[in-house]
């Protein structure tokens, strides 16, 4: 998640002392943006090594000055009720989260001696992450943490969620549709869908800032005479818990 995306929804569906979450955190990004913001952040994360990476970037954020304080738990966003303290279920102001998807917009690529060295093109070896898993296998997942996010909201509490599609094969998959029909079905009401632009602005022109993955396999599809584009923008859904 873009850190300006993250920081731009917790200003405006939070205050300061309001506690976020993000049941599937990452490396840190919406827990370091809420207590920059006074907010305080609890963080869930699958990955031990995603999550000790979140722990260090929230320890910087402190170190720097940020009012809130947040935390990251090892443990799977799936059993997210048994993973956060009993004492927090119903207090959350606001879950904030984007889940893993679509191999072709992340991971590092640089030249290392001459060569093109691609690193983290995936987040785990594990099987059992929801990054490998069949697209309606993680649909049904994510209904259930969204369904495990009601519980965790306070009334009029809010989610949001953002979602890239993707392309798989040439056919692009409507990724955010999906999302947002699991979310649905967990019991919240949609609010507002918008998009969040992926690009830099150079003049009067946007420039986007695709992954070097997802410029590659749209290169590859416009030598074979397939005339793709790179996807520049990521849908941005939110959902409130009933009053």
Request: glycine share 10%; charged share 20%; with cysteine.
């Amino acid at each position: 998640m873009l850190p300006a995306l993250a920081q731009h929804a917790i200003a405006a569906f939070s205050h300061a002392g309001d506690l976020v979450l993000d049941p599937m955190c990452g490396i840190g990004t919406t827990l370091v943006e809420a207590v920059h913001l006074g907010r305080n952040a609890v963080g869930v994360e699958y990955e031990p090594r995603w999550a000790e990476l979140a722990a260090a970037n929230l320890a910087l954020a402190e170190a720097f000055g940020a009012a809130g304080r947040g935390q990251v738990r090892v443990g799977d966003a799936r059993q997210l009720v048994s993973s956060i303290p009993r004492a927090l279920h119903g207090r959350v102001a606001l879950v904030l989260t984007s889940p893993p998807y679509g191999s072709s917009v992340h991971g590092r690529v640089r030249v290392e001696g001459g060569e093109v060295v691609k690193r983290d093109l995936r987040y785990s070896e594990d099987a059992s992450n929801l990054a490998h898993v069949g697209l309606p296998t993680l649909i049904a997942a994510l209904q259930q943490i969204f369904t495990a996010c009601a519980t965790m909201l306070r009334p009029g509490g809010v989610l949001v969620v953002t979602a890239r599609p993707w392309r798989r094969d040439g056919v692009l998959i409507d990724f955010p549709g999906a999302v947002l029909s699991a979310a649905e079905d967990g019991s919240l009401v949609p609010v507002q869908r918008l998009v969040a632009l992926l690009a830099g602005l150079h003049g009067d022109r946007l420039v986007p800032r695709a992954s070097f993955f997802q410029l590659q396999q749209v290169r590859k599809a416009r030598s074979a005479g397939l005339p793709l584009r790179v996807i520049a923008h990521e849908d941005v859904m939110v959902l409130r818990k009933a009053p």
